[in-house]
């Protein structure tokens, strides 16, 4: 299921010289956050638990490097629960799966391993009560992502998705006084403000979620992007193209002052005509992507004469998560209190 990665060829980037003091901004929180770090090491702790290949439904989290790394050590990812053979371990991703999917795991006999971020779990959740209550949803996110698909399918004869604030100029609701808005974890921050803003507009009784759906880790990485932007001349956010929090981080770099702002999966993306006449790079990654790539980009970016690095720290993040519950005892039964917390995070 994943894609294997071309392999580029090309030459390091040159050290070509520029008016001004070569740097880098390193923007701080970056990478991985609890519930990738919680669900990274649920596939491995299934394997070292059930040995390979433990399957994995969709990708684990949204990041090619980590994907391909997993499947190096016998995790087998598939689009579907029908391509499990009957009776294997599954283990759902990150982004959260619809009570459909449970059901059908359920049904072909699979020992399922649910390592659905517990931020995700509360917008399901969130999404179960409003719906019990007789509420519309109007659930700001992106249609067919991963995460959209299981919260909407919580109450799938409530919800509508609205894509983008111009959609919210035209949904339509039943009844303009039970509506609640909610949203994918993963979304720009001002571009989903100016979404419910504009539906307040046309529904002036719109109810507000009980608490931010947009995770923490989403909201950090974003203002710590934005005070590196501010001085930027380019700014590379180091992620996959299908991680909707690394793409976000791209256009919230440029609306914020970045000249231009680029996504890499990998150190050797990084072009030397991008670095033409740039005195200050930004850097940062997605909340899926492990700080050794990010490591890689540093290195690039050193070899052009860009050694001088810089960390602009907005937060600081200690949140942890403990492991899925399946995973939670030992071989004999007992707690395993290694696997509580993750590991540590740069
Ligand atoms: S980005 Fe947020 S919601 Fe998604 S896995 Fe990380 S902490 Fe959870």
Redesign the pocket.
């Known amino acids: 299921m994943p894609v294997p990665r071309v392999p580029r060829r090309r030459e390091r980037l040159k050290d070509i010289p520029v008016q001004g003091h070569k740097r880098v901004l390193l923007a701080s929180p970056r990478g991985y956050?609890?519930?990738?770090d919680?669900?990274v090491i649920a596939v491995e702790k299934a394997l070292e638990r059930f040995g390979a290949p433990v399957y994995v439904r969709k990708q684990i989290?949204h990041n090619i490097h980590v994907v391909t790394e997993l499947e190096s050590k016998g995790a087998v990812f598939v689009d579907e629960v029908d391509e499990v053979p009957e009776g294997a371990h599954v283990v759902f991703s990150?982004?959260g799966v619809s009570p459909a999917v449970v059901t059908a795991a359920s049904d072909r006999g699979l020992l399922a391993i649910d390592a659905t971020?517990?931020?995700?779990t509360k917008v399901h959740r969130e999404a179960v009560r409003f719906a019990r209550d007789d509420f519309e949803i109007l659930l700001i996110g992106h249609e067919g992502h991963e995460?959209v698909e299981g919260t909407a399918g919580e109450a799938p004869d409530h919800v509508t998705i609205v894509n983008s604030p111009d959609e919210a100029d035209r949904v339509e609701v039943k009844d303009p006084s039970k509506v609640v808005w909610l949203s994918q974890?993963?979304l720009s921050v001002d571009e989903t403000m100016e979404t419910v803003r504009r539906l307040r507009v046309r529904f002036p009784e719109l109810h507000d979620p009980p608490s931010d759906d947009i995770?923490?880790?989403?909201q950090n990485r974003q203002v710590a992007i934005k005070k590196v932007a501010t001085g930027a001349d380019l700014v590379i956010v180091v992620g996959s193209a299908n991680s909707s929090?690394s793409v976000r981080l791209v256009e919230v770099a440029l609306e914020h002052g970045a000249k231009a702002a680029y996504r890499v999966d990998y150190a050797d993306e990084v072009e030397q005509s991008w670095l033409d006449g740039v005195e200050t790079v930004g850097v940062t990654s997605g909340?899926?992507v492990p700080d050794v790539l990010v490591q890689q980009v540093l290195q690039e970016l050193a070899g052009a004469g860009y050694r001088d690095v810089e960390e602009v720290r907005t937060a600081e993040e200690d949140?942890m998560f403990s492991l899925p519950k399946e995973l939670r005892q030992d071989a004999a039964g007992k707690r395993d209190d290694r696997a509580l917390g993750g590991r540590a995070r740069a």
């Open positions: 956050c609890a519930g990738v919680r669900a989290v990150a982004h971020c517990p931020l995700v995460e974890t993963t995770c923490y880790a989403t929090n909340a899926s949140l």
